[in-house]
Antibody, heavy 120, light 107 residues
Framework: QITLKESGPTLMKPTQTLTLTCTCS??????????VAWVRQPPGKALEWLAL???????RYSPSLNNRLTITKDTSKNQVVLTMTNMDPVDTATYYC????????????WGQGTLVTVSS | EIVMTQSPATLSVSPGERATLSCRAS??????LAWYQQKPGQAPRLLIY???TRANGIPGRFSGSGSGTEFTLTISSLQSEDFAVYYC?????????FGQGTKVEIK
């Protein structure tokens, strides 16, 4: 059974750096074809894909946020970490991690999400 | 990046009726299109991928069609649990992008 769970701060101040951890179970981050993504959703708004890391450590980022994002994986802990620098109130959102479908670039399994609020 | 436009924004449907949701891409995405369902306070759930393939465990009343720039999600007979927001997502070109969603509400 594949599950993912996000953890991290719920409240941040502008200019701070956000670090979110996705703890994965039911699969291994080192298995060929596996990918884990981060997606966010501002309150009442649509979804936005942020970043993706593959089993072979290939990483891809949203071009609009590329210079602020870093995604890494820790295979020994089966965790994926997203950092986002220079947080702003517009970054207030629910942040999800999700398991990429093996054959397609869509998301099969999602974590419950974690709401991050940015406010001074 | 590819812009995905969904219509209508809100669809009012009676239980048991058919619902048809549309998704248009700003350029061709071939058949690299997925649909998700999201209920309040929950994460999205994958319904359809490759435009028309149902994901594991998705009931047969959900069907997808289309290719290129025009796509449709059809719910043949709405059940109470189907009232939710539906998003399309293209994955033909990086970055993957989502539509703004269609809310299916009870008429």
């Amino acid at each position: 059974q594949i599950t993912l769970k996000e953890s991290g701060p719920t409240l941040m101040k502008p200019t701070q750096t956000l670090t979110l951890t996705c703890t994965c179970s039911g699969f291994s981050l080192s298995t060929s074809g596996v990918g884990v993504a981060w997606v966010r959703q501002p309150p009442g708004k649509a979804l936005e894909w942020l970043a993706l890391v593959y089993w072979d450590d290939l990483k891809r980022y949203s071009p609009s946020l590329n210079n602020r994002l870093t995604i890494t994986k820790d295979t020994s802990k089966n965790q994926v970490v997203l950092t986002m620098t220079n947080m702003d109130p517009v970054d207030t959102a629910t942040y999800y991690c999700a398991y990429k479908h093996v054959g397609e670039l869509c998301l099969d399994y999602w974590g419950q999400g974690t709401l991050v609020t940015v406010s001074s | 990046e590819i812009v995905m436009t969904q219509s209508p924004a809100t669809l009012s449907v009676s239980p048991g009726e058919r619902a048809t949701l549309s998704c248009r891409a700003s350029q061709s995405v071939s058949r690299n299109l997925a649909w998700y369902q999201q209920k309040p306070g929950q994460a999205p759930r994958l319904l359809i991928y490759v435009a028309s393939t149902r994901a594991n465990g998705i009931p047969g009343r959900f069907s997808g069609s289309g290719s290129g720039t025009e796509f449709t999600l059809t719910i043949s007979s709405l059940q109470s649990e189907d009232f939710a927001v539906y998003y399309c997502q293209q994955y033909n070109t990086w970055p993957p992008t989502f539509g703004q969603g269609t809310k299916v509400e009870i008429k």
